[in-house]
């Protein structure tokens, strides 16, 4: 194994550490908030992150992927990272301030307009944030960042759970995530020592690349949000809640099992940008890896959504099950699109992505407007199925531009789909016999014997097609064998020490 594949290993370790903590704290976050907020709460935090997050969009100009992707970094591109990034981030905390109440107009939902003027000291501290930690993320060491990741969202979460605990209030959510972004700019600091300057000569280089990144970044999060708008103008406030609920819970379970991975992709392969056949085929391992994880997610997470809902979030969610399914099937489709849009990245083609942003925004937001006067759960299913039409039209414009095929991604996707298929008909015949038994009881037996069929089947499945499938020789013999051995390693090492 190569010395960059094994320090990308280790990358991986440091990353799923940390990246599990904080979705762990996460998702007892959101439990917490579940429990404890109404449908109406929901509703106005749904509003609050739509106009933040489109704001954050417009503001995020890719400086950190620039310093990424760049094969020499500067002091002088640091410091006219640090100003781009500081600047924006001023002029859209002060926009966000500014038009908060016709924003809380617009969106239907009065309490809106404090929210939002509190919510802009978010994106002030995200300007503050050290633009050289870029470096360590270059170099995958990801030790530092862990550490700051981790202290950042256990003070972030510990703020957000105590006060959602003793005030029951949205304003839990705020006060955790300015409390996140004011806490991790400080930390930035300790852990890149250095210390940014303001530089606007030769700044014309990386804005050319940086405006790029911003458009597709508007036009893409337009896209993805506007099924969001069209809920909070159409239905009530707490239909609103319910649909924000909804994908909310089914992202958990996708930021615990994917976030990690996906979270080094874009690093990762940033040193196969000049051999397109070599980059495609880490594309193609990397969307195999996750399939076989997050496939059977999908599969179980539907059948078992009527009972899992109100048994994890409370029973004043049970009607939300039906649309909880429906967007974990949809978290399938956005994580083959993140990936997707960051290869547009990787091969310099940020101008021809923003072109295909746009023209699929137009679409999609045309469409969810002509089928916004349709019930909530069937407005939904309209939404699922655009998400995989769009990432259809993705793959066949990307294909032209590097070698990657529709079929070939599709072929990716057939043994994890047979696989969570025979699972879920075995869960399936399970349940018959222990449908008296107690949520609690059944979701255990249910889920733990899916589990331990899943992973046997996938095992027994690699092993057998690895000398027929070159793919399935790398993902038993690279990530398997490799992570049983590294385990294997740490265990007698500590085993020996006693």
């Excluded at 992927?65 to 002091?75: D, F, G, M």
Aim: charged share 15%; proline share 2%; hydrophobic share 50%.
């Amino acid at each position: 194994m190569t010395t960059k594949v094994v320090k990308l290993f280790k990358g991986v370790n440091w990353l799923l550490f940390v990246t599990w903590y904080t979705q762990i704290a996460g998702m007892l976050s959101f439990f917490i908030l579940a429990r404890y907020l109404s449908k109406d709460d929901f509703g106005v935090i749904a509003g609050c992150f739509v106009v933040q997050g489109f704001f954050a969009v417009i503001a995020n100009v890719g400086t950190n992927h620039y310093l990424i992707r760049k094969k020499e970094v500067t002091k002088e591109d640091l410091d006219i990272a640090f100003t781009i990034n500081f600047s924006t981030r001023t002029l859209i905390a002060i926009a966000i301030f500014l038009l908060a109440n016709p924003l809380a107009s617009f969106m239907k939902i009065p309490d809106l307009e404090m929210v939002l003027k509190v919510m802009s000291l978010s994106p002030f501290f995200i300007g503050l944030h050290n633009p050289a930690v870029s470096l360590k993320l270059k170099d995958l060491d990801y030790s530092a960042i862990s550490y700051l990741r981790t202290i950042t969202k256990t003070i972030s979460t510990t703020l957000t759970v105590v006060i959602t605990i003793y005030y029951q209030t949205y304003w839990a959510v705020v006060v955790g995530e300015i409390a996140y972004q004011a806490i991790y700019a400080i930390g930035s600091y300790r852990v890149a020592a250095y210390k940014p300057k303001f530089r606007v000569v030769d700044i014309q280089n990386q804005w050319t690349f940086s405006k790029w990144i911003l458009l597709k970044g508007v036009a893409s999060y337009s896209k993805n949000v506007c099924d969001n708008v069209i809920v909070s103008r159409n239905f009530v406030l707490s239909d609103l809640g319910m649909y924000k609920f909804s994908k909310e819970a089914s992202n958990t379970v996708v930021n615990f099992l994917i976030m990690p991975i996906t979270s080094i992709f874009y690093t990762g392969l940033s040193s196969y940008v000049e051999d397109n056949q070599q980059l495609v085929d880490k594309i193609y391992k990397f969307l195999m890896v996750i399939s076989l994880l997050y496939m059977p997610v999908v599969f179980g997470g539907v059948y078992l959504s009527e009972t899992l809902v109100p048994f994890v979030f409370g029973e004043k969610w049970a009607d939300t099950s039906s649309l909880f399914a429906l967007f974990l099937v949809m978290t399938f489709a956005r994580n083959f699109n993140q990936v997707f849009s960051d290869v547009f990245v990787l091969i310099d083609q940020v101008k021809k992505q923003f072109l295909y942003e746009l023209v699929s925004s137009v679409i999609v937001i045309a469409i969810v407007v002509m089928v916004s006067s349709l019930p909530l759960f069937e407005f939904a299913i309209c939404r699922v199925i655009l998400a995989y039409l769009v990432l259809l039209s993705m793959i066949l414009y990307l294909s032209k531009m590097i070698p990657i095929r529709v079929g070939r991604v599709m072929k990716i996707m057939i043994l994890p789909f047979i696989l969570s298929g025979a699972m879920t008909v075995l869960i399936h015949a399970i349940d018959g016999y222990i449908i008296q038994w107690s949520d609690a009881s059944r979701l255990l037996v249910l889920i733990g014997t899916g589990f331990v069929f899943y992973l046997g089947a996938c095992l027994f499945t690699l092993n057998l097609l690895k000398k027929r499938v070159p793919d399935y020789r790398y993902l038993y013999e690279s990530v398997i064998l490799h992570s049983m051995s590294v385990i294997t390693a740490k265990i007698g090492a500590k085993l020996s020490r006693r």
